[in-house]
């Protein structure tokens, strides 16, 4: 058993049991399946349909990234002077953008599923929400799990809304994500750095069960 079984096992103990549709309807190829280029822009359209939303709610008013950049290997934009890494994906907020390994992510996105693009990107939109936001937190980790739950949270939304539907097999799907691909941006295994994976499930769990209020 891998080590990402098992955290899929640890996960499936958390997650309610709903099942969590990663579909967008108006966007399938001939035999009703999305493609990876429509699940990428799916996520990074609908996350930030979501904090707008948000945003206008309480009178404020979200930003939206400048750039959503694909990039191949160690070819991909530098941060704040600081090169980018391949297989990763990232929101620099030097420039307010996020970047992805393409590959990287299209491998994750054919392997588990579309389940890997609906973590990796909300996560990702969730550190560029931080930036728009006041927040208390000193430590690396706690961004880290507020960026997880802000992705549960957007996907709790999305399916609320309609937005995605749900699938047979997506529950499961999410949850092998979510623990392979949750975070991908840095060594997210490292309990010191990022939390365990226990609470980076607990923290998804908590957006994706009562919303990015509760993060
Ligand atoms: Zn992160």
Not at 3 to 17: E, G, Q, T
Not at 89 to 115: K, N, P, Q, V
Not at 189 to 195: T, V, W, Y
Request: with cysteine; hydrophobic share 40%.
């Amino acid at each position: 058993m891998t080590p990402f079984v098992r955290l899929a096992l640890a996960a499936l103990l958390l997650l309610p049991a709903a099942a969590c549709g990663l579909a967008t309807s108006p966007s399938r190829d001939r035999r009703g399946l999305d493609t990876f280029e429509d699940d990428v822009r799916g996520a990074r359209t609908l996350s930030e349909e979501f904090w707008k939303q948000y945003f206008a709610a309480s009178g404020a008013t979200y930003r939206p990234i400048n750039d959503f950049v694909p990039y191949s290997g160690a070819d991909g934009p530098a941060c704040g002077g600081q090169p980018s890494a391949p297989n990763n994906a990232f929101y620099c907020s030097a420039g307010h953008f996020i970047a992805y390994d393409e590959e990287w992510m299209r491998t994750l996105w054919s392997r588990i599923g579309d389940g890997s693009v609906y973590l990796i990107i909300p996560h990702e939109f969730g550190h560029a929400v931080q930036a728009q936001m006041d927040t208390a937190f000193e430590l690396n980790v706690q961004l880290e799990l507020q960026a997880d739950c802000y992705a549960g949270g957007t996907l709790r939304a999305l399916i609320d809304s309609g937005a995605l539907t749900a699938e047979p097999g997506d529950e499961e799907e999410l949850l092998l994500n979510l623990a392979a691909a949750g975070d991908p941006t840095d060594d997210w295994l490292d309990p010191a750095a990022h939390g365990t994976a226990e609470q980076r499930q607990r923290s998804f769990a908590a957006g994706y069960t009562r919303g990015v209020d509760a993060c």
